[in-house]
Antibody, heavy 118, light 110 residues
Framework: QITLKESGPTLVKPTQTLTLTCTFSGFSLSTSGVGVGWIRQPPGKALEWLAILYWNDDKGYSPSLKSRLAITKDTSKNQVVLTMTNMDPVDIGTYYCAHRWQWHYDHWGQGTLVTVSS | QTVVTQEPSFSVSPGGTVTLTCGLSSGSVSTSYYPSWYHQTPGQAPRTLMYNTKTRSSGVPDRFSGSILDNKAALTITGAQADDESDYYC??????????FGGGTKLTVL
């Protein structure tokens, strides 16, 4: 059974760096074709794809946020970490991590709500 | 930057058929974009309905179908039910490891 769970701060200050961790089980990020992605959703708004890390360590980033994002993994801990620099109130929302397989995201975490405020 | 377009809202009668579409602000959607569809109810994480254009996710009833229609990805719901009322999002693979969601369609069943 595949599960993913996001963790990290619920509140960050403007200009700070956000670090979110996705802890997963039921699959290996070493398996060919597997990826873990991050998606966010501002309150009442649409989903926005942010980044992905593949089994072969290839990475993809949203072009509009690429300069602020970094995605890494700790295979031994079954974790994928997303960092987003220079946080702003427009970055408020629920952040999800998801398992990517066969050209879609088939398992999602429950999401974690991040607020940006001084 | 190319935008993925969806109808902001749609309404369907119970038992009726509705087709939601997913297009590009510039260009046509093809199977090479590996369209996938997700639905989301308030307070819940998204769940996959369809991927690789027309492959139903496990447990999704066959009244949901996917296709390419008039240069757009399409999700057709046949025999709409009350619990189909949800937000529907498409996602396209743009190449170079980049994925993009559409703006979502709010489907009302009434």
């Amino acid at each position: 059974q595949i599960t993913l769970k996001e963790s990290g701060p619920t509140l960050v200050k403007p200009t700070q760096t956000l670090t979110l961790t996705c802890t997963f089980s039921g699959f290996s990020l070493s398996t060919s074709g597997v990826g873990v992605g991050w998606i966010r959703q501002p309150p009442g708004k649409a989903l926005e794809w942010l980044a992905i890390l593949y089994w072969n360590d290839d990475k993809g980033y949203s072009p509009s946020l690429k300069s602020r994002l970094a995605i890494t993994k700790d295979t031994s801990k079954n974790q994928v970490v997303l960092t987003m620099t220079n946080m702003d109130p427009v970055d408020i929302g629920t952040y999800y991590c998801a398992h990517r397989w066969q050209w879609h995201y088939d398992h999602w975490g429950q999401g974690t709500l991040v607020t940006v405020s001084s | 930057q190319t935008v993925v377009t969806q109808e902001p809202s749609f309404s369907v009668s119970p038992g009726g058929t509705v087709t939601l579409t997913c297009g590009l602000s510039s260009g046509s959607v093809s199977t090479s974009y590996y369209p996938s569809w997700y639905h989301q109810t308030p307070g819940q994480a998204p769940r996959t309905l369809m991927y690789n254009t027309k492959t139903r996710s496990s447990g999704v009833p066959d009244r949901f179908s996917g296709s390419i229609l008039d240069n757009k990805a399409a999700l057709t719901i046949t025999g709409a039910q009350a619990d189909d009322e949800s937000d529907y999002y498409c996602m396209l693979f743009m190449g170079s490891g980049i994925w993009v969601f559409g703006g979502g369609t709010k489907l009302t069943v009434l």
